[in-house]
């Protein structure tokens, strides 16, 4: 009977271990600070943390796909220097669009990189991310950027605007989760990235079109940090030209802490957000209860070697391995 109770409970840990960890930290930070379950608070944290969820996203689907991206950060300057420059050069209706495309093509390189030459993911999109940092300083001069006419624009909407008192990075960020969840869970797609993850040369020879597939979960990923650089550029109206750096980190912290695997073929888009959340109310609660700013790099980092323990001790079963 204690084994079975033991083995249910590994089961529930496993399973949810994520959404139970979630309420341990919203807890222990209520108690620390009363101030942290406040409903100004809350919805602060998480539209602070829209940013960094719409790209955690998109980078679901490719680490679920058996791939890493590191790009996502230089990729999200890129976008917010490309739109905020545009924006008084082209106007804010063309601006937009045209920075989509310019995000998209970067993608689209990534991913014929990873998927069709069949690349190291890890060396492409590390190559990459200082790639598109020079693209960015090139395209910029070096310089930041603002918009001209702050106060005339509706460009703000996206990064500063409300909808029934609901911010609209909070939608954006929600809707877009939602849409990407019914993709990857509903969808022959996304059970196709799953197969891909799981065991890519199953499911090639199960007629699945590996590369193909590939390719499609970095032209996912380059539009959600499209959709991240627009809610940053419109959140501000003006930006340094690395403002994405380091993001990556943080992004991948996400999406690990959401339960997918390094290895690929598991995690879900829900739990991403979860992860998101976590990463969000932990900077806020070191905050309030009044630690520096730069403890969260280091709480991040503990995060993540944590995550990935805990992702390799569920595959073999024991938390400690047994050869020395």
């Known amino acids: ?93 063309l601006a937009i669009p045209a920075m989509f495309g310019l995000t998209l093509g970067l993608g689209a390189f990534i991913g014929f990189l990873v998927g069709y030459l069949k690349l190291n993911s890890l060396i492409v999109t590390l190559g990459m991310l200082s790639a598109i940092h020079g693209l960015t300083l090139t395209w910029s001069g070096g310089q930041n950027m603002d918009i001209a006419d702050k106060s005339g624009t509706w460009f703000s909407v996206f990064g500063q605007g409300n909808i029934a008192g609901v911010p609209v990075p909070i939608l954006i960020f929600a809707g877009l989760a939602i849409v990407l969840s019914l993709i990857l869970s509903k969808t022959p797609f996304g059970r196709k990235v799953y197969a891909v993850g799981g065991n890519g040369k ?54 690990i802490l959401g339960g997918a695997s390094l290895l690929g073929g598991s995690g879900t888009i829900f739990k991403t957000v979860i992860g998101v959340l976590i990463l969000g109310f932990i900077q806020n609660g070191l905050l309030l209860m009044g630690l520096a700013f730069y403890v969260q790099y280091v709480v991040t980092w503990v995060i993540i070697i944590l995550a990935v323990w805990l992702d ?13």
């Open 202 to 255: 199953a499911a090639t020879f199960s007629g699945i079109p590996r590369a193909r597939i590939v390719f499609l979960t970095y032209l996912i990923s380059s539009f959600c940090v499209a959709c991240a650089g627009l809610l940053q550029a419109s959140r501000s109206l003006g930006s340094q030209n690395t403002v994405g750096q380091g993001l990556e980190l943080e992004v991948l912290a996400a999406v």
């Open 312 to 324: 390799i001790a569920a595959k073999r079963g024991r938390l400690l391995s047994q050869i020395a």
């Open 1 to 93: 009977m204690a084994e079975l109770t033991k083995q249910g409970i590994g089961r529930v840990l496993a399973k949810q271990g994520i959404l139970i960890a979630f309420v341990v930290f919203m807890i222990g930070f209520a108690l620390a600070n009363p101030r942290f379950i406040a409903v100004d608070n809350i919805s602060g944290v998480i539209r602070s943390s829209a940013i960094l969820g719409v790209m955690a996203l998109g980078v679901t689907f490719v680490v679920i796909g058996g791939n890493l991206d590191l790009s996502v950060g230089s990729m999200m300057s890129f976008s917010t220097i490309v739109v905020l420059d545009l924006h008084d050069k082209i106007g804010p209706t």
